[in-house]
C-alpha cells in the first residue's frame, strides 16, 4: 500500500534561538534527503519566532507528522563568563512538542553528536541521529512508518537502548559528495540580513588530535571531502537568493590543503570569487604566501586560525600541531595577500602558569595578527580526551582546577570549565592585567561593549548587523573598534546608526 503525503510528513525544528542567528545549514541540507525519499519536510523554525511555544502549535496542528527532528547545535555558549547551558532550552522545546504530538522526537546535529546517549536522557527525546545523518535519519523514518519502533540502525540511537546500539565514530555514514543541495527550506537571506553571512561546508569531519575538541568526536575523525564543483554551485545558489558574503563551516578549511586550493581555483574558474567574499577556519601551518595569494584571488577576505597559544610545552598538552614561527609565517601572509586575521587563544589549560600566560600574549602583542580573541578557561566536553583525563583525577567536585557546575555533572553536559589553580583565583583579572587596554585583545568579560567576544545574543553585533555589517563576528567587532561602524546604545535598547556601514 501507498502511504498518502499526509502520512509521509516529517517536522524539522530548528531550536537555536541565539542572536545573531545562524542558518541551520544541517536541516537544510536534511530536508533535501527527505524529499529524494518521498518524505514532506514542514520546517519550524523557532529562530525567527516571537512566540516559539505558539510556532510550534500551529506546525503540529496543521500536520500528521511521522517524526519531529531537532537539529542541537550547541550544548551550551562554550564562555567561561556567561555559561550559558543551551541544551536546557533546548529540553524544554522537546517537552512543549510532547504535549502537542504523540510524533516520536528524534535528535541530531553536531551538538547532539557529541554526546549522543547523554543528550538523550536529558532531553528524553526518542531517538537519535549520530553525525551526517542523510541516509540514517531516512532509514529510521521507514522503520517508524513500517510500525518498528526501536529499529538497529547504523548511526541511529535509541534512549531505550543501553549502551549505544551505533558506534561511536559517525564517520560511518557517508555523505554524497558530488551533490549539491537546494537550500532553499530555510530563509536564507534573511539570516544573510539578521545574521550577517551565508553558511557552506566544503567537507565533514576533523583528523586534528587536539584533545579539548567536540569536532572530531561529533563529525568523525576521517575526513569527507565535497567536489570543488559541487561548493561552487552551491555557493552559486546562495548568491542568487541575495548572499554574497559567507563563512565557511569546515572545522579547518585548510586541512587538506590540497583540497581548499582545488576549491579556491574552482572558485575563480567559476567567475564566482568576484562576486562574493568569504571567512573560514584555518590552520596557522598551512598557510604560506601562495596559499593566501590564492585564497584571496578566490575572495577570501578573512582567516580565524585556532591557534590556543604559543608557548611549546602548552601546545603540545593541547594537541596542537603547530609552533609559535607557524603562526608569525600565517599571520604575515595574510598581511601580505590583504587578508584580514584572527588568533583565537585558549588560557588556562593543563600547566599553565602566569609566566606562560605573559609569554602567549607577550607573543601576540610581537606578532600582531588583525585581532587575538583570550578566552580564558578551557570547557571539558564528552567524550574528549580531555574528559578522560579529568574522569582520572577523581570526583569533579573534588578537583581544585575545575569551575563551574561540579555537582551532578558527571556526563559533563553542563557548563564546566578547567583553569589552572597555579594561576591563581581570577584567571581573567591577571589576563587583563596583561593585556592592559590593548586594542588588539577582545575578552569575552569585558565592560566595553564593543569588545564583547561573546557572540551569543550579543546586542552591538545584532546591531551592527541590522546597520548593513556583514562578515565574521570577530571581524565585524574589529571595525566597529576602528570607527569603520558605529553603534549606539541607549538603556539596552539599540539605535541602529552606521557611520561606513559596509556589506562585506
Not at 565557511?248 to 567567475?271: I, M, Q
Not at 558527571?410 to 589552572?420: C, G, N
Request: hydrophobic fraction near 40%; proline fraction near 6%.
Amino acid at each position: 500500500m501507498v502511504m498518502s503525503s499526509a502520512h509521509k510528513e516529517v517536522i524539522l525544528v530548528n531550536p537555536n534561538r541565539m542572536q545573531p542567528p545562524i542558518a541551520p545549514i544541517g536541516l537544510d541540507y536534511i530536508a533535501d534527503a527527505l524529499v529524494s525519499h518521498g518524505y514532506e519536510p514542514m520546517v519550524c523554525d523557532l529562530s525567527f519566532a516571537p512566540d516559539w511555544e505558539k510556532a510550534l502549535a500551529d506546525v503540529v496542528s496543521n500536520t500528521q507528522p511521522i517524526a519531529v527532528g531537532f537539529s542541537v547545535r550547541n550544548i551550551d555558549d562554550a564562555y567561561f563568563a556567561t555559561q550559558h547551558f543551551v541544551l536546557e532550552d533546548t529540553t524544554a522545546i522537546v517537552a512543549a512538542v510532547r504535549r502537542f504530538t504523540p510524533a516520536p522526537i528524534v535528535l541530531g546535529g553536531v551538538g547532539f553528536s557529541i554526546a549522543p546517549a547523554e543528550i538523550l536522557r536529558y532531553t528524553q527525546a526518542d531517538y537519535g541521529v549520530i553525525g551526517d545523518g542523510h541516509k540514517a535519519f531516512v532509514a529510521l523514518l521507514d522503520c517508524l512508518s513500517a510500525g518498528e519502533h526501536a529499529p538497529n540502525i547504523p548511526g541511529v540511537i535509541a534512549r531505550t537502548n543501553s549502551p549505544p546500539n551505533s558506534p561511536r565514530d559517525p564517520s560511518i555514514i557517508e555523505p554524497n559528495i558530488s551533490y549539491v543541495p537546494s537550500r532553499r527550506f530555510f530563509d536564507n537571506y534573511r539570516y544573510y540580513l539578521e545574521g550577517g553571512q551565508g553558511n557552506i561546508e566544503t567537507k565533514s569531519g576533523c583528523d586534528r588530535p587536539c584533545t579539548y575538541c567536540v569536532d572530531p568526536v561529533a563529525k568523525g575523525r576521517r575526513l569527507r571531502l565535497r567536489q570543488p564543483a559541487s561548493v561552487a554551485a552551491e555557493i552559486r545558489l546562495l548568491c542568487e537568493q541575495g548572499i554574497d558574503v559567507f563563512h565557511f563551516c569546515d572545522s579547518e578549511f585548510n586541512v587538506p590543503l590540497v583540497h581548499a586550493r582545488s576549491v579556491c581555483e574552482e572558485l575563480v574558474r567559476s567567475g564566482l570569487a568576484s562576486h562574493i567574499k568569504w571567512y573560514a577556519y584555518a590552520v596557522p601551518e598551512h598557510v604560506d604566501k601562495d596559499t593566501a595569494n590564492l585564497m584571496a584571488k578566490a575572495g577570501c577576505v578573512g582567516l580565524n586560525f585556532g591557534v590556543d597559544h604559543t608557548v611549546p610545552e602548552i601546545l603540545k598538552r593541547l594537541g596542537k600541531r603547530h609552533n609559535v614561527a607557524a603562526i608569525q609565517n600565517a599571520v604575515e601572509s595574510c598581511r601580505g595577500a590583504g587578508i584580514v586575521c584572527m588568533c583565537d587563544m585558549l588560557l588556562g589549560a593543563f600547566g599553565e602558569t602566569r609566566e606562560t600566560l605573559k609569554r602567549a600574549v607577550g607573543d601576540m602583542q610581537r606578532i600582531r595578527p588583525d585581532r587575538v580573541g583570550l578566552s580564558c578557561g578551557v570547557r571539558i566536553y564528552p567524550n574528549t580526551p580531555l574528559a578522560a583525563e579529568i574522569k582520572q583525577q577523581g570526583h569533579l567536585d573534588e578537583n581544585p582546577n575545575l569551575q563551574g557546575c561540579r555537582q551532578e555533572n558527571e556526563d559533563l553536559l553542563k557548563p564546566i570549565f578547567y583553569v589552572e589553580r597555579e594561576i591563581g583565583e581570577n584567571i581573567y583579572d591577571y589576563v587583563a592585567s596583561l593585556v592592559q587596554g590593548d586594542s588588539l585583545f577582545f575578552l569575552p568579560n569585558t565592560t566595553d561593549t564593543n569588545k564583547n567576544y561573546n557572540y551569543d545574543n550579543n546586542e552591538v553585533l545584532c546591531a551592527a548587523i541590522r546597520a548593513g555589517a556583514r562578515g565574521a563576528y570577530w571581524d565585524i567587532l574589529r571595525r566597529i573598534q576602528e570607527g569603520e561602524i558605529h553603534i549606539e546604545l541607549e538603556k539596552s535598547n539599540i539605535k541602529n546608526t552606521a557611520t561606513k556601514a559596509e556589506k562585506s
